[in-house]
């Protein structure tokens, strides 16, 4: 780390009070979940199950990967409204690419597995775009991605004639291990889950990189003083992302061996929720991976009793998310 960001960081690091009201802000997101798995527990036995723990974790899997990489991106002071229409078109692309080799291919394995490269691929270049345009073309995060997700999802629905595009059966019944399969009676999406967060954690907290990402969003102009790549550093984060989104829908896409414009519909809005609700500032420059899989698995419990309580109507699943979000911005308020 350049000397100059090791003195600023210095200077602004905060007393023992002030680390120990961090600690106690960092227990937020995991008091509130143990809350809920309490009243969830008292409401309905079935929610402490075995089977639907990790049926929760199972779809907590897809939003959770894409909160990991949008962690960095809201760290960074930078946001991503497209997730959701990228991982559709993510879907949509692969399926079509698959369908087409599955004919030239005598192993269904080996399509799979070009499609799932391919996935990765694609939500790599789609960050990568969004990087350059933020840094090179001088465009604001929320403008640049607000833009995507009109267009990757016009896409989709082109590609898809506005009804569905269906994996070839054959190539479903190749692919579902990687959605259905468990490994010591856990489901590999939450294997792949806890594999990304671990990473993502270390990325973060143990590399200089993760370093400059918390720098740049705490004060970009004293970066750029510190000799940082600034420009260099956001495009890796939204290169980080767009893999990530490319990880979560190449697991999705087994689930149902489709894909339709409603693909990935308001993932944006969960991601954001999970990271946020897990601590992470809003304006950047701290924020945990910890915290956004709390967060990630937080906002699932919350569907989760919904769904077995019948305590308001499961169409409000989305309003509680935007309640959360609005409440955590507000508990944030003057923090950095």
Known sequence: MPPELADHRAAGAPGRAGRALARLHALGPLLGLALLCVAGAALNSDFASLDNAMNVLTRTAFIGIIAVGMCFVIICGGIDLSVGSMAALIAGSMILLMNKLAPALASPLAVV?????F???????FGLAHGLLITKGRIEPFIVTLGTLGIFRAYLTYFSDGGALTLDLALSDAYSPVY?????????PVWVFLAVALLGGLILNRTAYG???????????VARYAAVDVDR???????????????????????????????GLLW??????????GGTALKGGSGSITGTVIGAVLLSVISNILNLTSLISVYLNAAVQGFAIILVAFLQRGRR
């Open 211 to 221: 370093r400059y990402v918390q720098a740049i969003g705490s004060n970009e102009q």
């Open 233 to 263: 550093v956001k495009v890796l984060t939204y290169v980080l992302l767009g893999s990530c989104v490319g990880i979560a829908t190449l697991l999705y896409v087994p689930r149902l061996g489709s894909a339709s414009p409603t693909t």
């Open 119 to 125: 996935a990765l691929l694609l939500g790599a270049l």
């Open 180 to 188: 259905y399969a468990s490994l010591l009676g856990v489901p590999v």
């Open 113 to 117: 597995a070009l499609g799932m490269a």
């Open 268 to 277: 944006e809005l969960e991601a954001i929720a999970a990271v946020i609700v």
